[in-house]
């Protein structure tokens, strides 16, 4: 019922910018939050960035003040405008969404996206 679909990755150098886009497909739900979270090899999926229907923010503290998330809720779509990227940003990135359908929520992922900064 509900999909998501990333885009935007690719290979920057160290300094450059990119933005990840993330468009959640499907009906019969209410969006509670959409997020980023990234996975380097070897390592853990670990939280990048998350906004709120309300639009409160959070953000992992290595990427304060060099990301920012956003959203156009009648796109369903998040955006992460990731700027002076180090090489340390490179992972996989994921979409992730919470959405309610009556009482319950439900979690959601993207297949990911490749964001590899070179030095």
């Known amino acids: 019922q509900v999909q998501l679909v990333e885009s935007g990755g690719g290979l920057v150098q160290a300094g450059g910018s990119l933005r990840l886009s993330c468009e959640v497909s499907g009906s019969g739900f209410s969006i509670n939050s959409m997020g980023w979270y990234r996975q380097a090899p070897g390592k853990q999926r670990d939280l990048v960035a998350v906004i709120t229907s309300g639009g409160s923010t959070n953000y992992a503290d290595s990427v304060k003040g060099r990301f920012t998330i956003s959203r156009d809720n009648p796109k369903n779509t998040v955006y992460l405008q990731m700027n002076s990227l180090k090489p340390e940003d490179t992972a996989v990135y994921y979409c992730?969404?919470?959405?309610?359908?009556?009482?319950?929520?439900?979690?959601?992922w993207g297949r990911g996206t490749q964001v590899t900064v070179s030095s």
């Open positions: 992730n969404t919470r959405v309610g359908v009556r009482v319950y929520e439900y979690v959601y």
